[in-house]
């Protein structure tokens, strides 16, 4: 059975204060590694797809890690505007329908 | 682009009472999702579709039912509404098919249901 395992589960930062998001999984064949941001009230925002280790993502400030059994999501020089909840899920080689296992997200707040 | 539409945005039910949520896609794709979240709990898949008239089971399908009549509508069904129903119910949908292998899901906002 795949697993995904977030840290922390909150996380309160200053701004301009950097940081790390960590996304453990166990999948046997993984076919992508996702990271979604959701605002409270909304749905998840599609962020990054990492596939095999040692890739990297960067959008503005976020930059997404891969290895062979966790992601990072750092986060530097975060603004209040980065203030969410940052998900993770994965997609098995075999599996019907393309389908994902999502972590239970970390939940980032970040200060003025 | 709409993107995925769900309606409604709230709702409250009395126990044992039926709903169906509404969720319709206007970015052509073949696969369709239903997923609840709960507090603290991540998305747990509910059902999923992989074109019209097919759809599979996922981790939480019980009390749930679904239909694909066509590309862009995937209903979800409630019967006897259980206060364990009470949740956050999201759809999503992504594409599929010849060079577009690992295509990422696209979600609407959601539907709050309360059942009391």
């Known amino acids: 059975e795949d697993q995904v395992t977030q840290s922390p589960e909150a996380l309160r930062l200053q701004e301009g204060e950097s940081s790390s998001l960590n996304c453990s999984y166990t999948?046997?064949?993984?076919?992508?590694l996702f990271w979604y941001r959701q605002d409270p009230g909304k749905g998840p925002e599609f962020l990054f797809t990492?596939?095999?280790a040692g890739e990297e993502k960067e959008k503005e400030r976020l930059k997404a890690t891969l290895t062979k059994k966790e992601s990072f999501l750092h986060i530097t020089a975060p603004k209040p505007e980065d203030s969410a909840t940052y998900l993770c899920?994965?997609?098995?080689?075999?599996?019907?329908?393309?389908?994902?296992?999502f972590g239970e997200g970390t939940q980032l707040t970040v200060n003025p | 682009n709409a993107g995925v539409t769900q309606t409604p945005k709230f709702r409250i039910l009395k126990i044992g009472q039926s709903m169906t949520l509404q969720c319709t896609q206007d970015?052509?794709?073949?696969?369709m999702y239903w997923y609840r979240q709960d507090p603290g709990m991540g998305l747990k898949l509910i059902y999923y579709?992989?074109?019209?008239?097919?759809?599979d089971k996922g981790e939480v399908p019980n009390g749930y039912n679904v239909s694909r009549s066509t590309t862009e509508d995937f209903p979800l069904r409630l019967e006897l509404a259980a206060p364990s129903q009470t949740s956050v119910y999201f759809c999503?949908?992504?594409?599929?098919?010849?060079?577009?292998?690992?295509?990422?899901?696209?979600f609407g906002d959601g539907t709050r249901l309360s059942i009391l």
């Open positions: 999503a949908s992504s594409y599929a098919g010849q060079g577009y292998s690992n295509q990422p899901q696209h």
């Open positions: 999948v046997s064949g993984l076919r992508g």
């Open positions: 990492l596939y095999s």
């Open positions: 899920a994965v997609r098995r080689t075999e599996t019907s329908g393309s389908r994902l296992t």
């Open positions: 970015m052509n794709h073949n696969y």
């Open positions: 579709s992989v074109g019209a008239g097919i759809t």
